[in-house]
């Protein structure tokens, strides 16, 4: 069954719902996108959402230590350390020492690894502008930056 097309001034108006809240929204959208990309990173790369989330913050960040990775997915350290240990099996990642004899170790890409993170990328981008067809070039930059703005006001919340 097709679902009912209503435009985001219908529920701004609405007033009541689950749809007046724009945290239900967001968290309905989270959930979402987090459903299809998991199918996907799954059926296209073998990987799970976890593994492609280290894979792309060490495209980003190379030689990026463990925290860096809890820190800008805002997941628990044993969610990253199975996906580290997975990967680094896979050969896909490894660790290297941070400076002799330290017992730090960052975490860098194989050439595997990058190579399965550019072909996931692809298949990101074509997400993406699905995902926010239908919007213009300046309300595509807003979302952007309110999207930037609600996660920073999040920042060490209590709540």
Do not use: Y
């Not at 719902?17 to 987090?34: H, T, V, W, Y």
């Not at 680094?88 to 941070?98: I, Q, V």
């Not at 692809?122 to 930056?145: K, N, W």
């Amino acid at each position: 069954m097709p679902r009912s097309l209503t435009t985001p001034s219908d529920h701004a108006t609405a007033g009541t719902g689950f749809e007046a809240s724009q945290a239900f929204l967001i968290c309905s959208l989270a959930n979402r996108i987090n459903v299809i990309a998991e199918r996907s990173v799954r059926q296209r790369l073998d990987l799970s959402l976890m593994e492609w989330r280290v894979l792309v913050v060490l495209a980003v960040e190379p030689a990026a230590p463990p925290g860096r990775i809890v820190a800008i997915a805002s997941v628990n350290k044993a969610a990253v350390s199975r996906a580290v240990n997975s990967l680094e099996r896979r050969g896909l990642l490894e660790r290297k020492a941070r400076a002799p004899n330290s017992r730090r170790r960052l975490l860098h890409l194989t050439q595997a690894g990058l190579d399965l993170h550019d072909q996931g990328d692809s298949s990101r981008l074509q997400f993406e502008a699905q995902l926010l067809m239908g919007l213009s070039a300046v309300e595509r930059e807003q979302f952007h930056r309110l999207l930037k703005l609600a996660l920073h006001n999040l920042d060490d919340s209590a709540l």
